[in-house]
């Protein structure tokens, strides 16, 4: 069986973008620009007014003024030319306001008074305040130069993109169509939604309406092709009638399993290419997929990609958002395919988000933010677990689920919570009721515990989702089971250096309580992932406090993952349950005590029970292992004391021995000590221990001094 990534990937690798076609602006709504577009005019075309007030000439200063013109939207105003001594009255809005030649600035009307002399026709105003040359006025071309691109090829056009094109003229433009899209439900046992009374065997059709409207909100056009029945004529024919009705992409529901009456599968193949008819994932295994070469009555080809969708409602729905919601953008000419493709383009940049990790600094990008309205469907979020879920053993798993976003998602951060719909049973549609996400589970057979991170394909709008507290019926929670300890490994590209985060705790890894100091950890080390060399967190784990588990995980991760770096959070105290420096010492070749003096340093400023801390550090083969506090804030204070110097511990773990302090002298290159003269040493402890102004930046090859 074929991976969900290659399975995606061939899809993406057969999917043609159609040719562009010219449209009136309002069928352009949903499609993909295919040509840039320039302004033939600069926007505003004349000098305009930011703010109901007066023009004037700035060196006129505060005085009285009589007002030679009212200059409101149109032509009013025009050729009246502002002198020294007069003023002009304008307004701005919803329509620019022309700036009468000569005047040079605007005073706003709260900073005037209008003067009335019953005995005069003339008006006057008093000017109370001293402005200069430009305040609140807008220059020709301010917010549009003449012939700048204003939207280029390849943007998704929206409602905003088409009131862009009508300000710049433009209401034909090119762009690529979305495809037209073809529907049959096939079965013996369905029949049509509007059948009152059910016969022994039936069912309604669900999948065909469901398929339809989801294809309707991808702006693609649709064909229904109704029902079918489990015979193999019959089903040719109607495949042949949509082949020749011009589809661009076929959507079959049932009939790709194993059964001897399951025909379209082996159609598909008679007809093209069958390019995978399994894929490893839950729910949604016997989604098939082919490439169907259709010869038209006038001798032309055109290429036609059939999904065979299966029967069950829930797995249907979920390989469409998979499979053919990708393939709808290839057609369609989206540069960002798939929301399974890594590097998206969201609002704030979530870089490199595997299948089943997040990076944690994202939550520091957009800490204070509450981005509900701006996060697109289909779009790869980081979520925190409400509960703890059960993975399936053999099979990675779109967990049907319910997102929101929390100011405090549970981490003492903002961000979003998942929390499952229940049941997760494929034929049971009503787990796809209220969901907006489907979380990406590894196969693993444990379970993931509440508080942990994973990925989650964002399915609809998640701006309608309540952003309180959510109340789950009785079966919500029967799909959530007890917690254990999990591992769980991010999918990182170019990591420099590969941290690991080990979560210490019975409380967590019994699924009693969130893990609140991993996240932190994950946090602090990825936003100062510079400062470190490089350093990404690439895998997470939680377990009791037990010395074997947390040996076994410890061992694992420097000797076969060799990881660079290990942090353990929690059980350094002095309960019986606290072993994690008995556990850490059994594994370290090398002791590293200057790094716990640093820790214990920062932590003193905080509370004078630090010293109750038992926490080791050491190196195992080429891996730096250090034990922290389990508090989330004693994780940061620690961090924070060791980024100076971690970068040049791990370099020089690797061997590097020019990765010496920027201050410090080779033994070969140190001149003599005279008598008189300080010490080395003696000078290092002083410049350490009292305040003194910053060196000259010296030389460094790591490039951080």
């Known amino acids: 069986m074929l991976s969900v990534e290659d399975a995606l990937n061939i899809v993406k690798t057969v999917s043609p973008r159609l040719s562009p076609v010219i449209v009136p602006i309002h069928e352009a709504l949903g499609k993909v620009l295919a040509q840039d577009i320039r302004a033939p005019d600069p926007l505003p075309p004349f000098t305009a007014s930011v703010k109901d007030g007066y023009a004037v000439i700035a060196s006129d200063g505060p005085g009285e003024y009589p007002i030679i013109t009212e200059s409101r939207a149109g032509n009013d105003g025009v050729g009246v ?34 003067i009335t002399d019953p005995s005069s026709d003339s008006k006057r105003v008093r000017i109370f305040s001293r402005t200069c040359k430009g305040v609140d006025i807008r220059p020709v071309g301010c917010d549009i130069q003449k012939d700048a691109i204003v939207l280029k090829s390849g943007e998704l056009v929206g409602a905003s993109e088409i009131g862009l094109l009508a300000t710049v003229g433009v209401m034909m433009v ?76 076929l959507l079959t529901s049932g009939g790709v399993s194993m059964g001897d009456r399951d025909f379209v599968k082996p159609l598909l193949g008679k007809r093209g290419t069958l390019h995978f008819s399994k894929v490893n994932m839950k729910p949604g295994k016997p989604v098939t997929f082919a490439e169907i070469i259709f010869q038209s009555a006038d001798a032309t080809s055109k290429k036609i990609l059939a999904f065979g969708l299966p029967g069950n409602p829930v797995s249907s729905l979920v390989c469409f958002h998979v499979f053919v919601i990708p393939a709808i953008r290839c057609v369609a000419g989206w540069e960002n395919t798939s929301h399974l493709s890594r590097g998206l383009q969201t609002p704030w940049g979530l870089k490199n988000l595997g299948v089943h990790c997040v990076h944690q600094n994202y939550y520091l990008v957009i800490q204070g933010i509450r981005p509900v309205a701006g996060i697109e469907p289909r779009t790869v979020v980081p979520v925190r677990l409400g509960h703890s879920i059960k993975t399936d053993p053999t099979r990675p798993e779109f967990h049907r689920a319910i997102v929101r976003w929390r100011v405090n998602d549970g981490s003492g951060n903002p961000g979003f919570v998942a929390e499952s719909t229940g049941h997760q049973v494929s034929s049971r549609l009503l787990s796809m ?33 309540s952003m309180g507290e959510h109340s789950f019926s009785s079966d919500s929670a029967s799909g959530l089971q007890g917690s254990v300890p999990q591992e769980i490994t991010f999918k990182c590209q170019d990591v420099v250096c590969r941290v690991a985060v080990l979560t210490v705790s019975d409380t967590v890894a019994s699924g009693a309580g969130p893990d609140r100091s991993g996240p932190r950890a994950i946090s602090v080390v990825n936003s100062s992932s510079e ?105 940061a204070e620690c961090m924070e004391a060791l980024l100076p110097v971690l970068k040049h511990a791990l370099r020089q773990i690797k061997g590097d021995k020019r990765e010496k302090h920027p201050l410090h002298l080779p033994h070969h290159s140190q001149a003599a000590v005279l008598d008189g003269d300080d010490d080395t040493w003696d000078r290092s402890y002083k410049m350490a221990s009292h305040p003194h102004p910053p060196p000259p930046p010296p030389s460094c090859s790591c490039g951080t001094h």
């Open 174 to 249: 090119k762009v690529y169509p979305t495809p037209t899209i073809a529907v049959l439900s096939t079965g013996d046992e369905l029949v049509e939604p509007t059948t009152e009374h059910l016969n022994r065997g039936q069912i309604r059709d669900s999948n065909r309406a469901m398929l339809l409207a989801a294809a309707v909100q991808q702006h693609c056009k649709v064909l229904d092709l109704g029902i079918a029945h489990d015979d193999e004529e019959e089903i040719q024919r109607i495949l042949d009638d949509a082949f020749s009705a011009g589809i661009n992409i």
């Open 81 to 114: 030319l502002v002198t020294p001594g007069t003023v002009a009255y304008v307004t701005t809005g919803v329509m620019l306001c022309p700036i009468p030649e000569g005047a040079d600035a605007v005073v706003q009307v709260e900073d005037s008074e209008l």
């Open 531 to 635: 400062k470190l060399g490089g350093a990404r967190v690439v895998a997470t784990a939680v377990v009791p406090d037990d010395v074997s588990k947390i040996k076994e995980i410890l061992q694992k991760w420097s000797d076969v993952d060799k990881m660079d770096l290990i942090l353990t959070l929690g059980g350094t105290g002095f309960t019986p349950r606290d072993v994690t420096p008995e556990a850490t010492k059994e594994l370290i070749e090398r002791e590293t005590p200057g790094l716990l003096y640093v820790m214990m340093q920062e932590s003193l400023k905080v509370t004078p029970f630090a010293v109750l801390s038992r926490a080791t550090a050491g190196i195992r083969g080429s891996t730096l292992m250090i034990n922290m506090p389990g508090n989330p804030n004693a994780v």
């Open 433 to 465: 009721k209220s969901a907006n996400a489907l979380l990406e589970l590894p196969a693993s057979g444990n379970v993931i515990p509440a508080g942990n991170y994973v990925s989650a394909i964002i399915i609809s709008d998640i701006s309608s989702v």
